[in-house]
């Protein structure tokens, strides 16, 4: 028996495996109210301002400099105590939009150039400063609203800065005069020119602010990855991404226009007709309705065409009980208004108007008037 019990005693003992069913479903209501439960999202600028505070100095960052250097950064402080409270401060969430969509549009715009210059001297420039801005990433947004600020930014700054110059640019124009020639002053021709000026300035954009592993996934063009790939092979990798990137916006920019137009006329040719009449219709039918219930409780009897049958009985025809009251009700919103206009808006046009004269004694200037300036006009 000794031996025994000590057998059982330095037994191995057996891992526990599988997780039983009812833990399973306290793990998913769990994770269900927890996701539930996501902070509101408050716009205070009287108390509790410091998210209004993050986004001045996120708009003015010569102020915000100039208060780090004598101390900590007064943006992470704010945040600090933003993130003790129990909501989450739009504010806030905008500054960290800009801050978000600003370091990754300065991203793509340094991996642009570090690419050419290792594809040229086989250095691994772009991977270093990668790292370096890994380091420096700023906090980012929580809610739709700083992503969309974001975003915003990221894309929103080169497209206006590429349709300025393709405005301003020679080329272009000269293109649009040729278009203008070939295709003549139709609605084709304007079009053909939205969907060149549009797929342009999409196309370069993604180019120019698409970094790696961008916050907007590809829609259907599949990237190459650069993982484990260093100096020019990396370069190259990272330069047929941004083609595509590009390829993609060219594409989508270029189907807006196309898109819009045909949206117009669906809607002139089928959503016009069918919808305006479905509506006179709708409310012709509306009217109809409105007329036979206004008939129905206010009349005091029904004439139901039988009084040839029954003369004496029914010849004045169906008493309504409903009637009085309906009659007294529209008599007494009658009576409220008169009493409004009479004693509330006809005094306050009174006393607004009272000093008014005549149309008859309206002139340029009054004969009794008292200023010395306009004796000699009243003589």
Do not use: C, H
Request: glycine share 10%; charged share 25%.
């Amino acid at each position: 028996m000794p031996a025994l019990g000590k057998y059982k005693k330095y037994q191995k003992k057996k891992e526990i495996v599988d997780i039983p069913q009812w833990q399973k479903v306290f793990e998913q209501v769990m994770a269900e109210d927890i996701a539930a439960t996501k902070k509101p999202v408050r716009w205070n600028f009287i108390k509790d301002n410091e998210g209004l505070m993050n986004l001045s100095l996120t708009l003015m960052p010569i102020f915000r400099k100039s208060m780090a250097l004598q101390g900590k950064d007064p943006v992470k402080i704010n945040r600090g105590k933003i993130s003790e409270r129990d909501y989450i401060s739009g504010f806030d969430e905008i500054a960290k939009g800009i801050e978000t969509g600003t370091f990754d549009l300065t991203t793509s715009v340094g991996e642009l150039l570090f690419m050419g210059t290792d594809f040229l001297s086989n250095k691994d420039f772009a991977t270093k400063f990668q790292k370096i801005m890994d380091k420096r990433r700023p906090d980012e947004p929580e809610t739709w609203r700083g992503d969309l600020t974001a975003l915003m930014i990221q894309f929103g700054v080169p497209a206006t800065m590429i349709t300025k110059i393709g405005s301003r640019a020679k080329s272009v124009n000269r293109i649009k005069k040729l278009m203008d020639k070939v295709l003549g002053p139709s609605k084709a021709s304007k079009i053909a020119q939205r969907v060149v000026r549009d797929a342009s300035i999409i196309g370069a954009t993604d180019f120019i602010a698409s970094n790696e592993g961008r916050r907007i996934p590809s829609m259907f063009m599949e990237m190459e990855s650069t993982e484990g790939l260093s100096g020019r092979k990396k370069a190259a990798a990272m330069f047929r991404n941004r083609i595509r990137y590009g390829t993609e916006g060219t594409i989508i920019g270029g189907l807006f226009p196309l898109v819009g137009k045909g949206a117009q006329l669906l809607y002139k040719g089928v959503g016009r007709p069918v919808g305006g009449t479905a509506l006179s219709l709708g409310f012709q039918g509306l009217g109809k309705i409105g007329s036979g219930a206004s008939y129905l409780l206010a009349t005091p009897r029904y004439k139901l065409g039988l009084s040839k049958i029954a003369p004496s009985v029914i010849g004045k025809g169906v008493y309504n009980p409903l009637a009085p009251t309906v009659q007294a009700i529209a008599k007494a919103t009658n009576i409220s208004t008169a009493f409004a206009l009479k004693r509330m808006v006809a005094p306050f046009v009174g006393r607004t108007f009272k000093q008014m004269p005549k149309f008859t004694e309206w002139r340029m200037e009054s004969v009794t008037s008292p200023a010395n300036t306009t004796e000699d006009l009243n003589e």
